[in-house]
Antibody
Framework: EVQLVESGGGLVRPGGSLRLSCAASGFTFSSYSMSWVRQAPGKGLEWLSYISSSSSSTIYYADSVKGRFTISRDNAKNSLYLQMNSLRDEDTAVYYCARGSSFDPWGQGTLVTVSS | QSVLTQPPSASGTPGQRVTISCSGSSSNIGSNTVNWYQQLPGTAPKLLIYDDNQRPSGVPDRFSGSKSGTSASLAISGLQSEDEADYYC???????????FGGGTKLTVL
């Protein structure tokens, strides 16, 4: 069964940092691009970042997180990461990882709360 | 303000056919394929339609997608109570070099 499991969310102060992980199983992780998407409470979906199957080749960020967030992957560990620095109140959201260009499937999400 | 424009709400009665629109521009829908996602209450989004009009295995053929120019549509026929959910369209945007989503449409089955 194809599965994505996010972890690493929690409560963090404004200006703080957090590292999210996404553990993949049930498919050849190294063959797929991956993305991070978030959803603020009661709001819609916002794409954050994309990384190609070969992590050094292509990476994209949404303007809202460029310079603060860093996407990476470890194909040997079947894992995707999102390093989040300089966190703001407006970064409070459920963060999802998703597979491939079609975003199929999605993980269950991990909640990040930025608050003093 | 989302790059892709969807109506915030839609509704229908059981058995009815409803459509949800998604309007974009030449840099996104006009030049790239559209995907649709269904998000049931309290759950993660699920791929419903990819490449404008393709259904992943397991998605009922009651769901269909279409595209014309810079607009796309999701149609749901034979509406069922379990279709009550939020629906999002998405496409790659060549100008932004990123994926863009519609604001989402909340479908209510009356």
């Amino acid at each position: 069964e194809v599965q994505l499991v996010e972890s690493g969310g929690g409560l963090v102060r404004p200006g703080g940092s957090l590292r999210l992980s996404c553990a993949a199983s049930g498919f050849t992780f190294s063959s797929y691009s991956m993305s991070w998407v978030r959803q603020a409470p009661g709001k819609g979906l916002e794409w954050l970042s994309y990384i190609s199957s070969s992590s050094s080749s292509t990476i994209y960020y949404a303007d809202s997180v460029k310079g603060r967030f860093t996407i990476s992957r470890d194909n040997a560990k079947n894992s995707l990461y999102l390093q989040m620095n300089s966190l703001r109140d407006e970064d409070t959201a459920v963060y999802y990882c998703a597979r491939g260009s079609s975003f199929d499937p999605w993980g269950q999400g991990t909640l990040v709360t930025v608050s003093s | 303000q989302s790059v892709l424009t969807q109506p915030p709400s839609a509704s229908g009665t059981p058995g009815q056919r409803v459509t949800i629109s998604c309007s974009g521009s030449s840099s996104n829908i006009g030049s790239n394929t559209v995907n649709w996602y269904q998000q049931l209450p309290g759950t993660a989004p699920k791929l419903l339609i990819y490449d404008d009009n393709q259904r992943p295995s397991g998605v009922p053929d009651r769901f269909s997608g279409s595209k014309s120019g810079t607009s796309a549509s999701l149609a749901i026929s034979g509406l069922q109570s379990e279709d009550e959910a939020d629906y999002y369209c998405a496409a790659w945007d060549d100008s932004l070099n990123g994926r863009v989503f519609g604001g989402g449409t909340k479908l209510t089955v009356l």
